[in-house]
């Protein structure tokens, strides 16, 4: 919703499958595309302020290499005039239009103005870094924002004032404060974001008070307030999630100088509304869409009374609607899959399983619709990373398609996964293939015992780490897993080290983070080779899917050839390669054709027999 309220912004599919923006007026609900090209995309947006937006352009299908970066960023007014090129793939300061190294970094609209922020790239692998310009959007006139040296994120007040930058040098995380009495930046906080908990910028309130994400000593975050006169973080936290990292958004309203609530993901996503009216605004709406997650968004900088209201679930990709708070009446804008049909979907539930060394790993678990949910064949669905959160309460069409085929989809956050505290994450550091793959064999055990899974009928797959899981499972489960899906994934630690040209050699995560969390080259040497696929590949007699991405630079297609060249002559294997692909699959021909052949290789070897 545009800050006044008059205007909503859109995304939408035109007549030639081509991303289009929008713009919805309030008052007579009559949308209006006012940008939308043949041969690209509008890919994303934001308004800059209330009649003015900021776009930018790429081609969704184009394959690496073929220019699916698009031409740019440009700013529009909400009529479609005056529209002007900001950031190009080439540029000069002569026609003051800033190069590709440049994207937005934010739009601050409390006053009304036509800037914008952008970064650029100013490092590189080994200590990245970057330089903020405040851009007007009208002339194309660009200003150095002044911040402390390596500098890698900036977060600013309502007024478009810095106030605060996170730094980063080697090993080190600092977050620095500029005082708007003195204008003087201070230390904050060094610390080593590896080893030590320190804390990260979290929002700065329209009071311009500081609030930061912090563990507190506790295994979870939380959100605090910094007291900037102490230098201290309070004691007590404004909100927390138990069970669960603190990860979330902060709702303003400008014109009143306010926050009105914090939204969170728990197993689910939620909101903690602060303030009454809307507070009552979601009771009325959860009790129209009573099984759905309703997520709302109202005017920044002044109260009308429509809200936009975006309403999801585990079997429903979506559906937006303009709630009238006046009337209590719904008005629909539109779906982001309404091919999909919700009735035909199938649940997801969360649990914690306790493994065998009393560690509780947080699953999703997702039985077929209409099935008897006992005695199926089932897929462990590995998430990659390993270092994050893999799984959330949502639409998953990878997960939705094995479950519309009768398999039962089980999906670990094994330890190492991120945002269920550090207890669960830490326990997975240096234990790729041993105590993190024991996780899953022990998930899979207890979705047996439970009846879920018929324990003749169970295959393991995943992508990066998750295809890495996967090899490790056949290689050291071979009696629980009849066959293994793995795509771009990785077969031996030594080679995320060593090959020149892939994103993570040489890169500041090789040099400090990998060595930790993973293993160290040199005094884990023994442990790496113990925990590689491609050292114990002739163990391997499962059949197995090995696909990869000719243009992967994250794993690259030597991980795949060198496991594929070790493996016994007697293994059956499909080998799978896409030109033009990457990190997965863009194309959407290369995505029906590898679900497609997994479709059939599940059929062929999870059959009853």
Known sequence: MSPDGKSIGMLALNNNDRFVLSVLDTATLTPKVIAGYDKTDVVSFNWVNSRR?????????????????????????????????????????????????????????????????????????????????KLNTLTGQNENIPAPVNSIGFMLDKSGQLRVATTSLDNLTGVEYKDPKTQQWRNLITFDNIKEDGFSPAFIAPDGQLYVRAHKGQDTTSIYRYDLEKNKIDDTPIVSTKGFDFAGRFIFNNKQNKLLGISYESDA??????????????????????????????????????????????????????????????????????EVDSKKMSYKDFVRIKVRDGLEIPT????????????????????????????????????????????????????????????????????WGLAMQDDVTDVTKWAIEKGYADPKRICIAGASYGGYAVLMGLIKEPDMYRCGISWVGVTDINLLYDVSWSDTAGSTWA????????????????????????????????????????????????HGERFKKALPASTKVEWITYTGEGHGWRQPQNNVDFWTRVEKFLEENTAVK
């Open 511 to 558: 040099r400090y983070g990998m060595p930790i969390l993973i293993g160290d080259q040199e005094k884990d040497a023994a442990q790496l080779k113990a925990t590689s696929p491609v050292e114990q590949a002739s163990r391997l007699t499962r059949p197995l899917i090995l696909a990869y991405g000719i243009e992967d630079y994250r794993v690259p297609l030597v």
């Open 53 to 133: 937006l900021i776009f930018s352009i790429g081609d969704v299908r184009a394959l690496i290499g073929e220019g699916r970066g698009g031409s740019g960023t440009f700013a529009i007014n909400k009529d479609g005039t005056e529209i002007r090129q900001l950031i190009a793939s080439v540029g000069d300061e002569k026609t003051r239009v800033l190069n590709r190294m440049h994207s937005l970094h934010s739009t601050v609209s409390a006053n009304e103005e036509n800037d914008v922020y952008v970064t650029r790239q100013t490092g590189n692998r080994k200590n990245p870094s970057a330089a903020l310009f």
């Open 364 to 431: 999703y678990v997702t039985i077929p619709r209409n099935s008897t949910g006992k005695n199926l064949p089932m897929v462990v669905m590995v998430h990659g990373g390993p270092y994050l959160r893999g799984v959330h309460w949502d639409w998953n069409p990878e997960t939705q398609f094995l479950a519309s085929r009768g398999y039962v989809v089980i999906e670990p956050e094994f330890r190492g996964s991120e945002g269920y505290g550090k207890t669960l994450n830490r326990a997975g550091w240096k234990q």
């Open 269 to 338: 996503d939620g909101i903690l509304w602060l303030d009454d009216k809307w507070k009552s605004y979601q009771a009325k709406i959860d009790k129209a869409l009573p099984n759905t997650v309703n997520s709302l968004a109202g005017a920044n900088n002044a109260e009308n009374n429509l809200i936009i209201v975006h309403s999801f679930s585990d079997v429903h990709p979506g559906s937006y609607l303009i709630y009238n708070t006046k009337t209590e009446e719904f008005t629909a804008i539109g779906d982001r899959k309404p």
